[in-house]
Nanobody, 123 residues
């Protein structure tokens, strides 16, 4: 099982980024995959998760309406489209897979993790 996150970078507040998570070693259609982030000095938190039937959960109120999670089963890829970025979105973003079909979007429920991609939003 592997997850490869990419797409991070340095942007100004208000700009957009799209993160990609390419998965391998398992069937994306049968497992939940989520995006999580960890800012300096803070705990890792769930951002958005997607599961069977494209069911989505946005775990952070501040990203609702700005971030969109989606997946492409043919490309084995999960995306996080981030718009209207704010300085407080600065963090390392990780994608992870849940093999136990847990509800919610909580980091401790996820079993396999990618390496993370840094998103830095400047004012």
């Amino acid at each position: 099982v592997q997850l490869q996150a990419s797409g991070g970078g340095l942007v100004h507040a208000g700009e957009s980024l799209r993160l990609s998570c390419v998965v391998s070693g398992f069937a994306l259609r049968y497992h939940n995959v989520g995006w999580f982030r960890q800012a300096p000095g803070k705990e890792r938190e769930g951002v958005a998760c997607i599961g069977s039937g494209d069911r989505t959960i946005y775990a952070v109120d501040s990203v609702k309406g700005r971030f969109t999670i989606s997946r492409d089963l043919l490309k084995n890829t999960v995306y996080l489209q981030m718009s209207g970025l704010k300085t407080e979105d600065t963090a390392v973003y990780y994608c992870a897979a849940d093999f136990e079909d847990n509800s919610g979007c909580r980091a401790h429920r996820y079993d396999y993790w990618g390496q993370g991609t840094l998103v830095t939003v400047s004012s």
